[in-house]
C-alpha cells in the first residue's frame, strides 16, 4: 500500500469515527480545541485530514479521547499512513473495527440520504452483535447498546417506529448493565425522540423528568431533555409550562462548552433548539407564532445534512401552509424538490404528504399545481386535485 492510499484510508477512518460520534466537522473541532486547551483548530484542518491531506500527529491523543477509541489503534493506523508498516493481519485488528466502520457509514448515509436504505443493514449488525454477547464484558456490552441506539434511529428515521422503540429499550439496558452513564442518557433522549413525533406526551414526560432529576446530569444533557420536555408539554397544550422550558433551553446554548459533555449532545445547537420551538409552538396551534423559528431554522440548515435540511425546510412549509401564506409557500416547496430526489426519510416524507394535501386542496391553483408536481417524488398515497369549486382562492 502506498503513503497516497494508507493517508486516504487513515483520513476515511477518521471521517467514519466522527460520523459515528454524531460529530459536525465543527463540532469536533470544538471539542478538540477544549480537549486541548486551545483555540486555533478549525473544521477545515478536520476536512484536510479526512481528504488524506494531512495526518494529525499532534492531535492523536486528544481524538482518541473525543472520538472514544484507543489510543494505540489510532496511532498505528496513523503510521500505516505514513509507510511506516504493513497493514496488520486480519488477528490482529480490533475485533469491533468492522462494526465501528459500518456503523460509521450506515451513518453517513443517513445524514445525507435519509434512513430508510440503510435501517435493516443496521438491524443486520445489531443482531449479529447481540449474539456475540457471552459475559458481563462492559466493554463489549456498552459497544453493543451503541449499535442498538445506532439502529434505533435508523428505524425511526425509516418510520418503522415500534421496532425504533424495541431497538432503543433493550440498547438502554446494555448500556445500563455496562454502567456507561452517558449512552445511557443518550438513548433515553431518543426514546422521547420517538414518543414525542409518536403523540405519546406521557411516556416522553416520564423520560425527561428521569433525565432532569439524575445525578451528575451535564448541561448539554439537560438542554436535550428540556427540549424534549418542552415538546411533549406542547402536545398535551401546557403552553406556559412548554414555552418556560424552552427558553430554560435557549438560555443554555449560551453556556460555553463544558469538558463533561459527551460528544453526542452537540446535535444540540441553535438550528435545533429554534427548529423545536416552532415545532412546540405548531403544536399549540399558534404557526403564526412558530413560522418566525422555523424560517431561521431551515434558513441554517442548509448544508448541514440533506436529511436535516428536509426535515428543517418542511416544518417551515408546514407552519406557512396553516397559516394560508400561500406566495411565501412556493420557495420552499420548490426547495424540496431536489432534496426528494435523493433523499429517503419515510418519517418526514409521511409529515410531507399531510401538507401537499393541505395545499392541493386550500391554496390556489398555481400553487396547487407545483404541489401536484412534487407530489410523484414523494412514495405513498398520491395528492389529488380537488374540483376547483370547492378550494379555497383566497391569497395571504
Same mark, same amino acid.
Request: net charge neutral.
Given at each position: =500500500?502506498?503513503?497516497r492510499?494508507?493517508?486516504a484510508?487513515?483520513g476515511?477512518?477518521?471521517?467514519?469515527?466522527?460520523?459515528?460520534?454524531r460529530l459536525s466537522? %465543527?463540532?469536533?473541532?470544538?471539542q478538540l480545541?477544549a480537549t486541548a486547551?486551545i483555540?486555533t483548530l478549525?473544521?477545515?484542518?478536520i476536512s484536510?485530514?479526512e481528504?488524506?491531506?494531512?495526518?494529525?500527529?499532534?492531535?492523536l491523543t486528544?481524538?482518541a479521547q473525543?472520538?472514544?477509541?484507543p489510543?494505540d489503534?489510532?496511532?498505528r493506523d496513523a503510521a500505516?499512513?505514513?509507510?511506516?508498516?504493513g497493514?496488520?493481519?486480519?488477528?490482529d485488528?480490533?475485533?469491533?473495527?468492522?462494526?465501528r466502520?459500518a456503523?460509521g457509514?450506515?451513518l453517513?448515509h443517513?445524514?445525507?440520504?435519509g434512513?430508510?436504505h440503510?435501517?435493516? $443493514?443496521?438491524v443486520q449488525?445489531?443482531?449479529a452483535?447481540r449474539?456475540?454477547i457471552t459475559?458481563g464484558?462492559?466493554q463489549?456490552l456498552a459497544?453493543v447498546?451503541e449499535?442498538?441506539?445506532v439502529?434505533g434511529?435508523?428505524l425511526y428515521?425509516?418510520?418503522?417506529?415500534?421496532?425504533a422503540?424495541a431497538?432503543?429499550?433493550?440498547?438502554?439496558?446494555?448500556?445500563?448493565?455496562a454502567?456507561d452513564g452517558?449512552?445511557?442518557?443518550?438513548?433515553?433522549?431518543l426514546?422521547? =425522540?420517538?414518543?414525542v413525533?409518536t403523540?405519546?406526551?406521557?411516556?416522553?414526560? $416520564?423520560?425527561t423528568?428521569e433525565?432532569?432529576t439524575?445525578r451528575e446530569v451535564?448541561?448539554?444533557?439537560?438542554? =436535550?431533555?428540556?427540549v &424534549?420536555?418542552?415538546r411533549?408539554?406542547?402536545q398535551a397544550?401546557?403552553r406556559?409550562?412548554?414555552l418556560?422550558s424552552?427558553e430554560?433551553?435557549?438560555?443554555?446554548l449560551?453556556d460555553s462548552m463544558?469538558?463533561?459533555?459527551p460528544a453526542?449532545t452537540w446535535?444540540?445547537?441553535t438550528?435545533?433548539?429554534?427548529l423545536?420551538t416552532?415545532?412546540?409552538?405548531?403544536?399549540?396551534g399558534?404557526p403564526r407564532?412558530a413560522?418566525p423559528?422555523?424560517?431561521?431554522? #431551515?434558513?441554517a440548515?442548509?448544508?448541514?445534512?440533506? %436529511?436535516r435540511e428536509?426535515g428543517n425546510?418542511?416544518?417551515?412549509?408546514t407552519a406557512? $401552509?396553516?397559516?394560508?401564506a400561500?406566495?411565501e409557500?412556493? $420557495?420552499p416547496?420548490l426547495?424540496l424538490?431536489?432534496?426528494?430526489?435523493t433523499?429517503?426519510?419515510?418519517?418526514? &416524507?409521511?409529515?410531507?404528504r399531510?401538507?401537499?394535501?393541505?395545499i392541493d &386542496?386550500?391554496a390556489?391553483?398555481w400553487?396547487?399545481?407545483t404541489?401536484?408536481?412534487v407530489a410523484?417524488?414523494?412514495?405513498?398515497?398520491?395528492?389529488?386535485?380537488?374540483?376547483r369549486?370547492?378550494r379555497s #382562492?383566497r391569497?395571504?
Amino acid at each position: =500500500m502506498n503513503e497516497r492510499t494508507g493517508r486516504a484510508q487513515f483520513g476515511a477512518r477518521l471521517a467514519s469515527l466522527r460520523h459515528h460520534a454524531r460529530l459536525s466537522q %465543527r463540532a469536533l473541532a470544538l471539542q478538540l480545541c477544549a480537549t486541548a486547551g486551545i483555540t486555533t483548530l478549525t473544521r477545515h484542518e478536520i476536512s484536510r485530514w479526512e481528504r488524506g491531506a494531512r495526518i494529525p500527529d499532534a492531535w492523536l491523543t486528544s481524538l482518541a479521547q473525543v472520538l472514544g477509541v484507543p489510543l494505540d489503534s489510532l496511532e498505528r493506523d496513523a503510521a500505516r499512513a505514513r509507510g511506516e508498516c504493513g497493514a496488520p493481519p486480519d488477528a490482529d485488528r480490533e475485533p469491533d473495527a468492522y462494526v465501528r466502520d459500518a456503523v460509521g457509514w450506515l451513518l453517513a448515509h443517513d445524514n445525507r440520504h435519509g434512513g430508510d436504505h440503510v435501517a435493516e $443493514a443496521a438491524v443486520q449488525v445489531w443482531e449479529a452483535e447481540r449474539a456475540r454477547i457471552t459475559g458481563g464484558d462492559k466493554q463489549h456490552l456498552a459497544q453493543v447498546a451503541e449499535i442498538g441506539e445506532v439502529a434505533g434511529w435508523l428505524l425511526y428515521d425509516a418510520a418503522r417506529f415500534p421496532e425504533a422503540r424495541a431497538a432503543l429499550a433493550q440498547a438502554h439496558t446494555l448500556a445500563r448493565l455496562a454502567g456507561d452513564g452517558p449512552l445511557e442518557w443518550f438513548i433515553l433522549d431518543l426514546l422521547a =425522540m420517538v414518543d414525542v413525533h409518536t403523540g405519546c406526551a406521557g411516556e416522553a414526560r $416520564a423520560i425527561t423528568d428521569e433525565m432532569l432529576t439524575g445525578r451528575e446530569v451535564p448541561g448539554r444533557v439537560t438542554l =436535550m431533555a428540556r427540549v &424534549r420536555q418542552a415538546r411533549s408539554l406542547a402536545q398535551a397544550g401546557e403552553r406556559a409550562r412548554a414555552l418556560d422550558s424552552l427558553e430554560r433551553a435557549t438560555g443554555a446554548l449560551q453556556d460555553s462548552m463544558q469538558a463533561d459533555d459527551p460528544a453526542f449532545t452537540w446535535w444540540i445547537d441553535t438550528t435545533e433548539v429554534e427548529l423545536h420551538t416552532g415545532e412546540a409552538l405548531l403544536s399549540l396551534g399558534d404557526p403564526r407564532a412558530a413560522l418566525p423559528h422555523l424560517q431561521r431554522s #431551515s434558513e441554517a440548515s442548509q448544508g448541514g445534512g440533506a %436529511r436535516r435540511e428536509f426535515g428543517n425546510v418542511l416544518a417551515e412549509l408546514t407552519a406557512l $401552509a396553516r397559516l394560508g401564506a400561500w406566495r411565501e409557500a412556493e $420557495a420552499p416547496l420548490l426547495r424540496l424538490e431536489p432534496i426528494l430526489r435523493t433523499v429517503t426519510s419515510s418519517r418526514t &416524507r409521511v409529515r410531507l404528504r399531510s401538507t401537499l394535501r393541505t395545499i392541493d &386542496r386550500d391554496a390556489p391553483a398555481w400553487l396547487a399545481e407545483t404541489a401536484r408536481e412534487v407530489a410523484p417524488l414523494v412514495p405513498g398515497p398520491r395528492v389529488h386535485r380537488a374540483p376547483r369549486s370547492h378550494r379555497s #382562492s383566497r391569497l395571504r
